[in-house]
Structures are given as C-alpha cells and as structure tokens.
C-alpha cells in the first residue's frame, strides 16, 4: 500500500490547475493521456488545487487516498 505522503504527491500530479477536462470529461494528462474520467453531474464544479471555493449546485472535491490505476483500477470498487 502507497504511503500517504506518495499518495498526497501522486493526487497533485494527477489534477493541477491547468489539467484540461475534455469534453468527454477525461482529465488530460501532460501528454494529453487520458488520467481520470468524471462524471457529468461533477464537472462544473470541480474543485482544482488551488481553488479555496467553488460556486456550483454540486462542489466537487475529489479525494484520492484510496485512488488505484494501472493493473489494480479495479479495486475502487468496494462491494458492500
């Protein structure tokens, strides 16, 4: 398991104030690579690193403590 501190590194590499949420809703990487995906109820309020507030029906501060990618992405989902 990632320590925090890696954690809090890789969750400020992933969304920055000039990542680009496409159309599609795919965060952009530096390359243009496709990080994240969210959801279109969550994307006009989508808080960026640097925001102290978001004005919207539905702020949205993601949380990526338990964030998984690569070969694990499927243990986000935890069935109850």
Known sequence: MPSQQLLNTLS????????????????????????????PIHRRGLFRPSNVAVISQLPTKLNFATFVHGKHWAECHNPM
């Open 12 to 39: 400020l590499g992933l969304l920055t104030d000039s990542s680009v949420l496409s159309e599609t809703g795919w965060i952009l990487g530096l390359n243009q690579e496709l990080l994240f995906w969210v959801p």
